[in-house]
């Protein structure tokens, strides 16, 4: 596995849990263009738009 030591456009974070899952990205700027709560047996919704 590679590690790297340079910023990153964008981070994401994905809080996993039995029934349910919060997926954040977070630019930068500290603007959030992706903030969702979703169900993990739907992973479908996951990978849309």
């Given at each position: 596995?590679?590690?790297?030591?340079?910023?990153?456009?964008?981070?994401?974070?994905?809080?996993?849990?039995?029934?349910?899952?919060?997926?954040?990205?977070?630019?930068?700027?500290?603007?959030?263009?992706?903030?969702?709560?979703?169900?993990?047996?739907?992973?479908?919704?996951?990978f849309?738009?």
């Amino acid at each position: 596995m590679k590690f790297y030591k340079q910023q990153h456009e964008s981070y994401c974070g994905i809080d996993l849990h039995a029934n349910s899952m919060h997926v954040c990205v977070v630019d930068q700027a500290g603007k959030k263009p992706l903030h969702k709560n979703l169900t993990p047996k739907t992973p479908k919704r996951f990978f849309s738009p």
